[in-house]
């Protein structure tokens, strides 16, 4: 049975339009569009504003009425008529020169405004570089009422911005994996893709399997280090040397040297991400380490450039545009308190490239084994 529901707040949320014939300075209202659909205005902003209460055989009609009339909401009305902003709030704490080099957030952004669009809220963009600023970041935001939800990113060990949060009454989505018993946040496996990684290079005859991790504070860096250890174990393998590094191209190349620098160097190493990994490629061959003859290596991302360089870089592929997209649609949900539905991520991929090969002296094994 279709309801209708009565007339009420926000019905008459408008964006002027001028459907095909009419004169120029009529205005198509939510009137027309209930008229030519033959239901309340308030079912009409039922539909478009993602609220329960309408049957799928009037909400088609309105979804028709409104297109042949060329109408779509004002945006600026439905946040009076709703009490919110209409906008969504990310801040980035980042080093600038691993921002400027990561392509993970314009991806991510992307992903969010391809479902933001079709909802009519806004994304409020803040870069900040410290931890006092992104304090003052999420306080202004709920002082002000500039968002009406934030995501949270870079999730860390023994993070306190979750409470913060609530506490400001401020509601987040958390991106990333792992978390603890109060974070849930929405991420891939990270530690599948480095557990593949392992195997991978396991199959091609490598016993010493170093890591490159990134800074340990962040729960990710932690979550791929601790999967590159526990698979070596349970391959029965001792742990490889570990560098720690901070996600920038410099770090990267500063860890390959070390480890390369040590007594026993590795022959394959496993980046906790591409940059640094294509870091390490370059470090090595300054050396005369050739990649893969010498030293195989892993990253994590697969960003555009991984395909491009020399050897191709061998990599684990997670799908950030669809992350940000279940994120935004979670997000844009939680603030309209309605059920997000289900977020259904493609899981990771491990993609075999060109810079890993055998250990020398091992016979030839298959990339697929690793799979």
């Not at 309801?3 to 949320?13: E, F, L």
């Not at 120029?24 to 478009?48: C, L, M, P, Q």
């Not at 993602?50 to 009037?58: H, K, L, Q, T």
């Not at 919110?84 to 392509?103: C, F, H, K, N």
Request: glycine share 10%; hydrophobic share 40%.
């Amino acid at each position: 049975m279709n309801a209708t529901p009565p007339d009420g707040p926000g019905a008459d949320a408008t964006a002027p339009a001028v459907p095909a014939g009419a004169p120029r300075e009529r205005k198509i209202t939510i009137g027309d569009v209930a008229a030519r659909a033959g239901v309340s205005k308030s079912a009409v902003s039922f539909v478009f504003n993602g609220r329960p209460g309408v049957g799928e055989e009037a909400k088609e009609r309105i979804l028709e009425a409104a297109r042949e009339l060329e109408w779509r909401p004002d945006a600026r009305a439905r946040a009076l008529s709703r009490s919110r902003a209409q906008a969504v709030g990310l801040v980035i704490r980042r080093d600038p020169e691993l921002l400027s080099t990561d392509p993970f957030f314009p991806q991510f952004v992307a992903g969010v405004e391809s479902f933001l669009s079709t909802v009519g809220y806004a994304l409020v963009l803040q870069v900040v570089d410290g931890e006092q600023a992104e304090h003052e970041a999420y306080s202004r935001f709920a002082r002000e009422a500039r968002v009406d939800g934030v995501f949270l990113t870079d999730l860390r060990i023994e993070d306190e911005r979750p409470a913060e949060l609530v506490a400001l009454g401020m509601p987040c989505v958390l991106l990333g994996s792992g978390g603890g018993e109060d974070t849930a946040p929405i991420g891939l496996d990270d530690a599948a893709g480095i557990r593949r990684a392992v195997r991978h290079l396991h199959a091609l005859g490598h016993q010493r399997i170093a890591h490159v991790a990134g800074s340990d504070r962040y729960v990710h860096s932690r979550v791929r280090r601790e999967a590159w250890a526990t698979e070596l174990a349970q391959l029965g393998l001792e742990p490889g040397p570990l560098a720690h590094a901070d996600f920038t191209g410099a770090s990267g190349a500063r860890a390959t040297h070390e480890l390369l620098d040590h007594p026993e160097p590795p022959t394959a190493i496993i980046y906790a991400n591409d940059i640094m990994a294509i870091a390490g490629i370059s470090a090595a061959i300054d050396r005369g380490v050739r990649v893969p003859h010498d030293l195989s290596i892993v990253g994590f991302d697969d960003i555009p450039l991984a395909p491009y360089i020399i050897p191709p870089l061998t990599t684990v592929r997670q799908d950030v545009f669809q992350w940000g997209n279940a994120c935004a649609r979670t997000l844009v949900a939680l603030v309209e308190d309605r059920e997000p539905g289900a977020i259904d991520l493609p899981p990771v991929e491990f993609i075999v490239r060109g810079s890993t090969g055998p250990l020398r002296g091992h016979a030839d094994a298959s990339p697929e084994v690793a799979e």
